[in-house]
Every structure is written in C-alpha cells, then in structure tokens.
C-alpha cells in the first residue's frame, strides 16, 4: 500500500509539467549531472580524493611543477598534476570546491533570510519603514555587489588585528558577499507581499485578529516562494563567482584553506612559465560548475514561467 | 454579389505537447464587394484567428493546414511573404481590438499615417501629409492639422481607434478585417465608432468583416451574419434573418439571451453548459451536448451548412428540408 | 524639463553627499594605519606624533567635517601607505581606467546591440544560436577568469598582445594617453576586450529579449498588418521601442564597468584606480578608500543623469507629461 502509494506520488511528479520540461531539455539534464557530480565530488573529497593537499606529511617539493599525467613527465599519482609544493592539482580542487560551494552555500541562505525578512517586513509593515528599507536597497542596488561585497569584506578585514583575520575570514566572506545580495530578494519579497496583504483573504485574517506574524507566515510566505527559489538559485552561482573573485584579488579565503579562486591566482603565476595546468583545472572546474548552476537556474526560471510555455 | 473574399474549407491547427488541436474547422464563407460581414461566437469560437488568417498574421505556432483563401478570385494563402505584406494595408486592411495599444507610442500620429501611405502609395512627402491630414478630418478627429504632429498618448481611445481606422484605410484597401474594434471603449465611444466604420465604409465602397461577440452591434451594421461555435460556423445568412428567425439552436439561444426593450422577463435565457475548450470537442455536432433539441445522429455525424429557410445552417434539423442538399456535402 | 534637470541633479548630490558621508564615517574607526605604517615595534612618541600629524587624534566630527569639506574640494587628504595626496594619485591613475572604461563600453554597446538586434530577428538561425550560447558562457563566467582565458590565448600560446601594463603613453600635461600610441592600443586590447565581455553579453541577450517582447506587442502587429516592410517594423518601430528600457539597463551596466575594472585591472596590472582600489583595501589606507568611493559614486551619479536625459529624449510621454496639451488619458 504505501509502496503504491510512492510509486503514485513518483509517477506524478514523473508526468507533471515540469519534469516533462525537464526530461526534454538536454541542457538542464546534462547541467544537473554536472552540478551534481561537482556536488558529490567536493562533498565527499576526503574520501574520493587521491591525497589530501592539506596534510604535510604527505607533500614533498621533488613532486612540484608535475605535468598531467598524459603528458611527459607526468605520473598516474598526480592526475591533473602538481602545483609549486607538490600537491596534488585534482585533490586541491576537489577540496577547494568544498570551500566554493560553501561559501556560495552559506553566503546565498544568508542573503535569502535577510533579504526575505526585510522584504516581509518592508512589504508588510509599509510607512516609513517601508520607504527606509527600499532606499537603502536603492542606494546599494545601484552599486555592483561585487564591489560592496569587496568593500565590506576590506573594512571588516581592516578593523581586526592581523592574526584574527584568517581564523573568520570566512565567516567575513560570507556575511559580505550575504549582505551585498539581499537588495534582490527584499525587492522581490515585497512586491509579493503588497499583493498579498490586499488580498481578501488576508484582510479578512486581519480583521478577526489573527496575529500578523502568523497570517505573513501562512499566507505570505508561501506566495513567494517559488520566485525566490528561482532567484536563490541563480544567485548560488553569482556567490560562487564572487567568493571566487575575492579569492582570486587576494581578499577572501586565507592560503591555508584555498578555495577554486585562490587555486586560480596561485596558479596565474606559473601562467607563462609554461606550468598551465596550475591554473587551467582549477579554472575549468570553477567554469563549469557557474556555467550549470547558471543554467539550471536558467531552464527553472523558464520552466515555472506560465508566459514562455 | 461577386465574391471579393472568399474563404474555401479553412482548417488552423494548434499543435501542442498533448496532440494537435484544431482552433478552427473546416470554416467557409464569402464577402463581397462593399459587403459588411459579422462574424460573432463565443471568445474561443475561432472568429478572431480565422480573421488573422485572412490577413496573412497567424500567430505561430497556429497554422493554415488546410483550405483556401481568395481574394478577387486569386489564392492568396500561398503567396510568398513579401507579396503578402503588398496586400495588407493596400487590399485589406486592418483593425485591431485595443486602439490603446495599437498605435505606436514612440512615433506621432502624423508619421504613423505618412508611413502607411507612402509604402503603398507612389506619393511624395507633401502629398502623402496632405492625404494624411485628410484622412483625419474624414474620422472627425478635430483640428486634424494641428493634431498630425501629437503623439498616441495625448488622445483619448476614442479618438485613438479613429486614428487606428484613419491608418486601416490609408491606402484606400477594399476590404477591412475589424477584429473587435469596440470591445475596449466605452459604451457611447462604441456606437460612434460604429457609426463611423458604417460611413466611411460605405462612402468608399470598402468591405468589412466585422468580428464581434456583440450581436447588438451586427444586427444594426452588418448585411449577412456568421455565428461561429467551437472553431467552425454555425450558421451563416442575411442579418435580419438571423435575428428575426434563426434556425440553428445555438443561434436561437444566442438570440433568446439579448434582451430588448419591452420584455418583461424576470430573467433572460441562457444556453446551459459553455463551448467546449478546443481539446474536448465531442464527435458529430459541436453543439449536441447543450443542444435542446439534441438527435440521435448529431452525437456521431458532423452536419455541414445546411439551406434552412433563409439562411444556412450546420443542423440536422435541417436534413429533412431538402435531402438534396443535405447530400451534396 | 528645466525643473526636472534639476530635481534630479538635487537627487544625485543626496546621493553623493551620503556616500561621502558613509565614506567620512569610515575614517576614525577603521583600521590601524598607525601600525601599518611604523610596524609592530613603534616607540609610544613616534605613535603620537604620527597621529598628530595625521590628524587621527583630533575628535571625530572635526575629522570629519574635516573630510567633507575637503572632498567637496576634490582633496582627500594624504595616502597613508604612500604619503602622497590622494588627489594626485587618483589624478596618475584615473585616465588609465577611464581610457579602460570608455574603449570596453564602446565595444560592448558596438557590437552588443546589433549582435542582440539579430539574435530576435533571426531566432533559431545558426548564428543566433551561436551568439546565445556564447553568452551564456560570457555572463557566467568570473570576469578574472575571462582575463586569464585571454591571456593564455592571446599572450602565452599566441603572443600577439601583450598582458600586462599600459604600453607607451603620451604626457598631454593633465592626462597621461595611451590612446596615441600604436604601442598603447597593442596593450588596451586585452584588457578592454575581458571588461566589455561580460557587459556585452549582458547588453546582447537584454536587447533579444527586449525585442522579441516588443515584436508580441499591438502595434508591432498592426504595424505588420499595415502592410510595413519587415525592414521599416524591425528597424523603424520595434528598435526604437526596444531601446527604451535597454538605455535604463544598459546605463547601470556602463557605471558597473568602472567597478569591474577592478578585477580588470588586477589582471593586467593596469596602473589605474582599480588595482590602486585594491591596494588600498589591503593596506587599510582609508583615505584613497573613501576617495575611490566618492568618485565611483560620481560617475554612477553622472551616468544615471545622461540615462535620464537620453530617456526623456527617446520618450515622447515622459516629454509631454507636463504642459502638453490635448486629451490626456
């Protein structure tokens, strides 16, 4: 009985729209898998890994500068090759994709909770708070997050003493990147909520007395979901690109932990001493892991938008 | 009356992800010289897609799949694109439902008209202002010389659809698709458009097929009337026939629901059930399962226009009237 | 229009009087330039009379009006890393990142609006599809690894451009060129080409969109059904309306490379504001910080007010909506 009973939910979620859209465009399948793989790949690092690039012991400077292993001079342990202290190129990534993601991970929830929250209550609320919210939004919006995530993250950075940078630089990195995001979100939330707090049902809520925080809750929330998962995850991918670039200007993770973008300037050193796959494999991971992000988000967006069908 | 527009077995097709549905079945009528056609239905009837195949517009991913359309006798469906475009504005022109949306807001009016005529006329700069500024005194847009220079927002949608109808006779075409010219104005800016569709047309000897859910507006501008039902005609005739006796049982309901003055009904009549969506049409007749006087036949063939009294009808009541007719098919 | 000019000038020195605020705030409570300068080890003596010299011991809102009025004037004190006046440094480096700037943005308008043009007109074609998936890689793509992607093309394989600095470039007195130098436009190549990649991209599937919103449009239907030739509908009607909401887009995508010459410039080691931004940030030397921001802020102020006005000329509603006359709706 419940067999039948998953097995009908499957079936359904197999036949609705969506899936169909899904099934039928060998772009979002074959982004899926790449997404998922890279998932997987960093998730599980520690065991998939060959070595771990963080472990002294197992490092040695006579490996430096190895090749890939298809090319002359190369060896089957260093797949992708080695970088300047001999660590292993696929490993590194491996493991610095776990930073990436992440990173992206953390700094997109962040800014989905803070810009929801001040979407709701901007929305919700209305008056003074509303038009406060909106024009800090406004101000900010019209600077590239690039650059406030930059800013923040080098004020932040210049207010602590040196040696308590690294220790944060992450939580730093997160909260910045997090903070340059939100605008969209509350922007988004609060278009949402206007149309709703108009609507019927939700003024018959008020009036019986129903406490407003519940009524945004169950009524409001729901409502926007959808287009803030659709914008969340089109925005995962820009978290990575910004974490990345960060990391690539010298202001995001500390050395000791690179992420894709640290492996890319570290390696963009060796760019014209011929040692390429330094930098390349880093670059093509971190490539392909925004390229399917950004296209499942694509084919999400137009999957859920009734105009396009 | 020879036929300038002639309309033969149009089929358009939806092809969807569920099958291909057909948005209009099988559909023939003519119009002729200076006649003024009205084609009404239900929204969904397939009265204004059929009047975008006419002009060439279909919009994809609707198709002609089959049928022919003709125009003084010549096929003009075929017609390579370029040829096509020749004819709309210069041989048929065209109105649309909304004139707020119509006309372009970035251009006046002025060089909206100028433009129209000097593609399909050979006139230069001066003698195309000077027809254009003509053709706005002719639809009553008052001191029609100082307003050639206004852009669309500054008019009312009135005057807006009188614009709209001074650039669809332009070029002086002689036919006129209006697809729902009045639906978007208010009810004492309707009549006067009407009334100046009704003029003008007459004045020029212009053509209309004038596609409306407004059975009021047909039965005081159009000569003969097409009711449409689920993509194909119901049944087509002299307007006053129509009205005054319709034969096929939807028209009769569709009459039965206008109220008119002095009824003293509590309530008007109204056909149970609605049209059905273009993937659940029912075999045999479109109507039968909200038809009252419903037969066993009209669940499994499909009647075609049958003569019935003054008019046609697609009715199997009509089948013992002249079983000739019935067979010609 | 006088009135409007102004308003919004009003607007933008809110504008920039808050960013400079934020910007002044930044300055007691941010960072330790002390020790950054004397390192760890300094003597209590030389401290303080570093901090007197600077100004940092004097109370906070002094420094700060001190800030603002001096910003206002264009001085933003003395660099703490390098003791020169910011203003004459960001007088060596602003031309090297405008001169960036100005060729990247005209690359990307230049060929970002046609290439989008026909990327709608020509949907499904070979070339279309060939710029879309392009673009896909360009707005997805980190703009630094865009820069490293060209340099190991163009640099390292092929050695045709050089990757690194300015080149030769000409003294004019007040602006240092490299605009006047074959050597000079050898070296802009690069880096202009990874600025405008992203912008262009942007700008190419925005202008698609956009016009292939406008070709659904009513009066790009009625356009077509008044015969127009495709040439006249594409270029003369759905262009220009396509160019309305692409100015507003494309202005903020214009202020953003200034900001993205950041990365540029860190690439290429492009002696302009960007990289001098960056070492900044890692230095803590708040006053070209605050300097940098101020400045950026300017030209997203300048920026927005030219998009305004080209708006305004582009929009005849925006124009009307004061003092003109006739029915307005």
């Known amino acids: 009985m419940a067999v039948d009973v998953r097995a009908g939910v499957v079936r359904r979620a197999w036949d609705t729209d969506l899936a169909y859209s899904f099934r039928n465009s060998p772009v979002a399948v074959i982004s899926a898998i790449v997404t998922l793989v890279l998932i997987l790949g960093s998730l599980f690092a520690p065991w998939v890994a060959p070595h771990n690039p963080f472990d002294l012991s197992t490092i040695s400077l006579i490996d430096a500068f190895d090749p890939p292993q298809w090319i002359e001079g190369g060896s089957p342990d260093f797949p992708l090759g080695t970088d300047e202290q001999g660590r292993d190129v696929l490993s590194a990534i491996l493991f610095g994709g776990r930073i ?38 406004d101000v900010q919006l019209s600077f590239p997050a690039i650059l406030v995530a930059l800013l923040i993250d080098g004020i932040v950075r210049s207010t602590l003493p040196h040696d308590e940078q690294d220790q944060i630089a992450m939580l730093v990195l997160v909260g910045s990147i997090g903070l340059s995001g939100w605008v969209q979100f509350a922007r988004l939330v609060r278009g949402s909520t206007l149309v709703e707090r108009n609507k019927e049902y939700v003024q018959a809520a008020r009036v019986i007395g129903v406490h407003p925080i519940r009524i945004v809750v169950t009524h409001v929330l729901p409502n926007v979901l959808t287009p803030v998962l659709v914008v969340a995850t089109i925005y995962f991918a820009f978290a990575i690109i910004t974490e990345a670039t960060l990391s690539f200007l010298g202001v995001g993770v500390p050395p000791t932990e690179p992420s894709l973008g640290t492996l890319i300037r570290v390696g963009n050193g060796y760019l014209f001493s011929g040692e390429w796959w330094i930098t390349v494999f880093p670059a093509v991971t971190l ?7 950004n296209l499942l988000g694509d084919w999400v967006r137009d999957a859920l938008n009734p105009r396009l069908q | 009356m020879k036929p300038l527009l002639e309309l033969r077995h149009i089929r358009i097709e939806l092809p969807t992800r569920r099958g291909t549905l057909l948005a209009v079945d099988d559909v023939s009528f003519t119009i002729g010289e200076g006649e003024v056609l009205g084609v009404v239905g239900e929204s969904g009837a397939g009265k204004s897609i059929t009047a975008a195949a006419i002009i060439g517009l279909l919009e994809p991913p609707l198709r002609l799949a089959g049928g022919e359309i003709l125009l003084d006798g010549a096929r003009i469906d075929n017609l390579p694109p370029d040829a096509f475009r020749r004819i709309r504005g210069k041989q048929i022109g065209a109105i649309f439902q909304d004139p707020l949306t119509s006309l372009n807001p970035l251009y006046t009016i002025g060089r909206q008209l100028v433009e129209t005529i000097r593609t399909h006329l050979p006139l ?39 614009v709209v109808i001074a650039l669809a006779l332009a070029a002086n075409p002689r036919l006129i698709v209006a697809d729902e010219p009045t639906t978007a104005l208010d ?60 034969q096929h049982p939807y028209t009769v309901g569709l009459m039965g629901s206008i109220p008119s003055i002095g009824d003293t009904l509590e309530r008007l009549p109204q056909i149970d059930g609605a049209m059905p969506r273009l993937g659940s049409i029912p075999p045999g007749c479109a109507f039968n399962p909200r038809c009252p006087k419903v037969m066993e036949r009209c ?12 008019t046609e009808a697609a009715c199997w009541l009509h089948a013992s009237i002249s079983p000739g007719e019935a067979a010609r098919g | 229009m006088l009135a409007f000019i102004l308003r919004r000038i009003f607007q933008a020195a809110v504008v920039l009087v808050a960013v400079a605020s934020i910007a002044g705030l930044l300055f007691p409570y941010v960072g330790d330039p002390i020790g950054c300068l004397l390192g760890q080890d300094a003597r209590p003596d030389q401290i303080r009379e570093l901090r007197g010299a600077l100004g940092l011991d004097r109370p906070f809102y002094v420094q700060f009006w001190h800030f603002l009025s001096n910003a206002v004037q264009g001085e933003f004190g003395l660099s703490l890393r ?5 203003s004459r440094l960001i007088g060596e480096r602003l031309p090297a990142t405008l001169e960036l700037s100005f060729v990247a943005a005209i690359l990307a308008l230049g060929a970002g609006i046609p290439m989008g043009v026909y990327a709608a007109l020509r949907r499904g074609s070979f070339l279309s599809q060939l710029f879309m998936t392009l673009s896909l890689l360009g707005v997805s793509l980190p703009v630094f690894l865009i820069g490293i992607l060209l340099i190991l093309v163009f640099s390292v394989t092929l050695g045709w451009f050089p990757s690194f600095g300015r080149g030769q470039t000409v003294d004019l007195g007040w602006w240092t060129s490299g605009l006047l130098t074959r050597d000079g436009w050898h070296h802009i190549v690069l880096p202009a080409l990874t600025l405008a990649i992203f912008q262009l991209t942007l700008i190419l599937r925005l202008v ?9 449009t009513d009066y790009i239907k009625f356009a077509r059904a008044r015969g127009l030739t495709n040439r006249a509908v594409h270029f003369g009607h759905a262009l220009k309306n ?13 202020g953003s490379i200034i900001a993205f010459a950041v990365i540029t410039e860190t690439v290429f080691q492009w002696p302009g504001m960007g990289l001098m931004f960056i070492q900044a940030v890692s230095y803590a030397d708040i006053p070209v910080m605050s300097a940098y921001l101020v400045l950026v802020a300017l030209f997203f102020v300048i920026i927005s007010l030219v998009v305004d006005l080209l708006y305004y000329l582009v929009d005849p509603r925006l124009r009307m909506q004061r003092g003109g006359g006739g029915h307005g709706r």
């Open chain 2, 187 to 246: 009810v004492s800016t309707q009549a006067q458009i009407i009334a100046l569709l009704k003029r003008l047309c007459r004045d020029h000897g212009t053509a209309v097929m004038l596609v409306t859910h407004d059975m009021g507006v047909i039965a005081e501008t159009a000569d003969r009337v097409a009711v449409m039902y689920a993509g194909r005609v119901a049944e087509i005739g002299p307007v006053r026939q129509v009205v005054k006796h319709p």
């Open chain 3, 82 to 86: 390098q003791g020169a006046k910011v």
């Open chain 3, 208 to 216: 698609r969109s956009e016009m292939l919103e406008v070709l659904r």
């Open chain 1, 100 to 137: 990436s993601l992440g990173v992206g991970l953390f700094s997109t929830i962040f800014a989905v909770v803070l810009g929801v929250t001040a979407g709701l209550i901007a929305g919700w609320r209305g008056g003074v708070i509303d038009a406060f919210i909106m024009r800090v939004a």
């Open chain 1, 287 to 293: 490539a392909a892991l925004v390229l399917s992000v």
């Open chain 2, 124 to 162: 230069g700069d001066k003698a195309a202002t000077a027809r254009a500024v003509e053709l706005l005194q002719e639809v009553g847009i008052p001191g029609a010389a100082e307003r050639f220079n206004a852009y669309p927002h500054q008019f009312s949608g009135g005057m807006r659809q009188r």
């Open chain 3, 242 to 254: 396509t160019l309305v909401p692409v100015i507003t887009i494309t202005g903020v995508q214009v």
């Open chain 2, 299 to 310: 669940r499994v063939d499909r009647p075609d226009l049958l003569k019935a009294h003054a």
